[in-house]
Each structure stands twice: as C-alpha cells, then as structure tokens.
Nanobody, 121 residues
C-alpha cells in the first residue's frame, strides 16, 4: 500500500521561503502525476501545483512566479519551493499522487496526511 509523507512545513515570516518535500513508501511506485494541494481553515481544498512524470508543470494562476514544483522520478519524491510567502499562504499542504501503481494495485489518487505551513505578518 502506497503512502505519501510530507515534510518541511513550519512557521515563516511573510516574504520568506520554505520548501516542502514528499516521500513515497513501498518498494514499488509509479504515478502519472504528483502534486500539492492546500486547505486553509474555513476554505475548500485547492490545487497548488502538479507535475507529470515527463516534467510538465501546472500551477494555480495566482501562484505562478512564487511556487516551483519539482519531481525526482528516480527517488519517487516531489518538492514544492515556496518563495515570497504571504499570510494567505497559511494552510495545511497535502502531497498527492495520481494514477498510482504499487506493483499490484492501481489507485486513482493518493493523499498524504499534510504538513502545516504558517506565514506570519
């Protein structure tokens, strides 16, 4: 069973930067796309960024130029570099993997447990 584990969250001042990482578990793993979502208190979960196995990136329009997603296919990891952080970026950030195959079973989408990012003003 595939699991995603996020790390790198924490407290940072507005204008600062932070990098989130997501690692996969299991001996076998493949995914068509991986990405990041976030959810702030009282708001719906929203897509932040995605990246395909071939490196095609997609960002929420409001985040282009500040956030950068990257993927290491050999290590089965995905990262999110967040720059020029704003208080409104405060949220729980979730790692995702789409069309996952663990060597036996397919899953449409797998979610991590999330990591808290808090940006102070």
């Amino acid at each position: 069973q595939v699991q995603l584990v996020e790390s790198g969250g924490g407290l940072v001042q507005a204008g600062g930067f932070l990098t989130l990482s997501c690692a996969t578990s299991g001996r076998k793993f493949s995914a068509d796309a991986m990405g990041w979502y976030r959810q702030a208190p009282g708001k719906q979960r929203e897509m932040v960024a995605t990246i395909t196995r071939g490196g095609s990136r997609n960002y929420a329009d409001s985040l282009k130029g500040r956030f950068t997603i990257s993927r290491d296919n050999a290590k089965n990891t995905v990262s999110l570099q967040m720059n020029s952080l704003k208080p409104e970026d405060t949220a729980v950030y979730y790692c995702t993997a789409d069309r996952v195959f663990d060597g036996r079973n397919w899953s449409q989408k797998v979610w991590g447990q999330g990591t808290q990012v808090t940006v102070s003003s």
